[in-house]
Nanobody, 118 residues
């Protein structure tokens, strides 16, 4: 079983940047993809971004396109989410998850809080 640990969250002002990290440990880590999701208070969890582990192909939610960048370091088994021009509506707990070839996400981190003040 792989363990995922997110870090890098915090309290920032609108327009600021943050970089989240998600480090994987455990068995040999070679997922089909890695994703970032977020959940704001009172709302359902939503997809943010995804990266294919081998090809680096990316996909973004419309709400973050052009502001967020997902990347990965295969050697470090780590995926990143660079978040620029943050908005108050980006406030949420951010989770990373590993994706299987069946496209479902099977392992999740504990989450890291991102709070953006206006």
């Amino acid at each position: 079983q792989v363990q995922l640990v997110e870090s890098g969250g915090g309290l920032v002002q609108a327009g600021d940047s943050l970089r989240l990290s998600c480090a994987a440990s455990g068995r040999t880590f070679n997922p089909y993809g890695m994703g970032w999701f977020r959940q704001a208070p009172g709302k359902e969890r939503e997809f943010v971004a995804r990266i294919r582990w081998n090809t680096g192909s990316t996909l973004y939610a419309d709400s973050v396109k052009g502001r967020f960048t997902i990347s990965r370091d295969n050697a470090k088994s780590t995926v990143y989410l660079q978040m620029n021009n943050l908005k108050p509506e980006d406030t949420a707990v951010y989770y990373c998850a590993s994706q299987r070839i069946t496209l479902d996400y099977d392992s999740w981190g504990q989450g890291t809080q991102v709070t953006v003040s206006s």
